[in-house]
């Protein structure tokens, strides 16, 4: 069994109180915290799993909701990724459980890592869970609605970061946008700026390090996040747009839009198109 009482040893050694003062005012969160690094946090539950793996369901549980009896961030994390870790161990019927823990996160750094385990229930229980997420995308709780769409983003269709440049591009032509990247802690955030009649807009989004590519792997995840603020790529976070196979909706391709709005301004689908190529054009 995990000794969580010498993990928060193990912490408090290593961690500076510079280090635990940035990460408070960057989170603007009242918990406590011992100033590590998220790898100093994953490095821990390495350690864990090669001295004290967990193979029983009850006990992984039991450890995370223990992580969050403590005041402290970085043991609370730990308990997240644990579950991330373990979570073939999971169930669906414990999407209530991590709906529990959800309530008890005031943070987005607690709330998206705790979606990798709900994307997991998630994946294997639709379409039977489809209530439970009707339920959460209503509740009270800011951190639940949340989570509701994290969740569903796994069974999502995806867009790499060539094609928001392309599609950027077109809209606004190669010298119409820019970006900007800034590090705040331990998420990459992307300000992404667009030229409309002279006048520069931008719209900021992030993403924290991906597993597969880290730096680069965030850097791309921000600018697709940053793009959706500008509308590109947002119907890809609506479920009905794609059916089981992953075959785009009529409305959710550029034909069945285009059709959608002529039907919509009571046009010819041509003249429709000419006058919005037109209109792109001034």
Partial sequence: MIDLELVAHRFALEGTAERAAGQKNY??????????????????????????????????LTIAFRCFDTSYFEMQLFGVLLLG????????????????LVRKCNTWALVDPLSKPGEDLVGRGMPIVGSILDAWSTDDNFWIRRYSLLVLMRGLVYIDARVVMNRL?????????????????????????CRIDGTWITKSDGAGDTDIEGDKGGISDAL?????????????????????????AEWATPEGYDKLMAERNKKDIDKWRKEYENALEK
């Fill in 85 to 100: 870790q373990n979570s073939s161990l999971l169930e669906i019927e414990n999407l209530g459980k991590l709906a529990d």
């Fill in 27 to 60: 989170l603007k969160s009242g918990l406590d915290f011992f100033g590590v690094s998220v790898p100093v946090v994953r490095a821990a539950l390495k350690r864990e799993r090669r001295e004290n793996p967990i193979t029983d369901r009850s006990d992984l």
């Fill in 224 to 248: 697709k996040r940053a793009a959706v603020q500008w509308g590109i790529g947002r119907y890809l976070y609506y479920p009905n747009a794609f059916d089981s196979g992953k075959n785009p």
């Fill in 169 to 193: 591009d077109d809209v606004f032509g190669t010298d119409g946008w820019q970006t900007q990247y800034q590090n705040m802690g331990d998420r990459m955030i992307c300000q992404l700026s």
